[in-house]
């Protein structure tokens, strides 16, 4: 499941953070491991894996940047192994 599809947004770059933030925290209460500290082993570890996933998902989706990227390697893009560097920086100046 991707990170748009878990908060129930749209996948796309335009977000407005207020939804955003309130699906974060209605998730984080659904999912907290506190919530599930009397529960089986094994529900602990999937509280724990799911509170991880959702605060990638949160930390991924609130940044411009990184929320542009998510979204390119949701389309097949991978920006982590791009090897592109200036060798002219004069245009920089």
């Keep these: 499941m991707d990170y748009f599809t878990l908060f129930g947004l749209p996948a796309s770059y335009t977000l407005s953070l207020e939804p955003l ?3 974060y925290q209605e ?3 659904q999912y907290h491991p506190d919530k599930f500290a009397s529960g089986s082993a094994a529900e602990q570890l999937a509280a724990v894996q799911q509170s991880a996933t959702i605060n990638q998902a949160w930390q ?3 940044h411009p ?3 542009a990227e ?3 390697s949701l389309h097949g893009f991978d920006l982590a192994s791009e090897q592109h ?3 002219d920086t004069a245009f920089l100046m």
Excluded: P
């Design 85 to 87: 560097t200036v060798r």
């Design 21 to 23: 933030a309130a699906r």
């Design 60 to 62: 991924t989706l609130r």
């Design 27 to 29: 998730l984080q209460r």
């Design 65 to 67: 940047l990184t929320r």
């Design 70 to 72: 998510y979204l390119l």
